[in-house]
């Protein structure tokens, strides 16, 4: 059985950094990334990690305040978040598919965690 679980939401102050986790089990992935959705918005691309070379990939809006990473047994994909405001408030998950194709769109991925809530304040 697949699975996807994630840890590491919270609440925060704006300029705090938080780090959120998904460790996957079940199978292994070509890609694995991070999205978030705020109350009544789409699904939003953040980064995601190709799980064969390392390769990372970043919205443009949070490239280098985040960075996505893994553990050197391959199975934890974490996304580190820096300087947090208020905007990045939402409920971020963890996504995973097996096949290397669009990686900013939801839709493609077959596998989701149950998704952690970041909560920012002014």
């Known amino acids: 059985q697949v699975q996807l679980v994630e840890s590491g939401g919270g609440v925060v102050q704006a300029g705090d950094s938080l780090r959120l986790s998904c460790t996957a089990s079940g199978r292994t992935f070509d890609t694995m990334a991070w999205f978030r959705q705020a109350p009544g918005k789409e699904r939003l691309f953040l980064a995601a990690?190709?799980?064969?070379?390392?390769?990372?990939y970043y919205k443009d809006s949070v490239k280098g305040r985040f960075t996505v990473s893994r553990d050197n047994a391959g199975n934890t994909v974490y996304l580190q978040m820096n300087s947090l405001t208020p905007e990045d408030a939402a409920v971020y998950y963890c996504a995973a598919k097996t096949t290397y194709s669009d990686y900013t769109t939801p839709r493609f991925y077959s596998y989701w965690g149950q998704g952690t809530q970041v909560t920012v304040s002014p």
């Open positions: 990690l190709r799980m064969r070379g390392s390769t990372t």
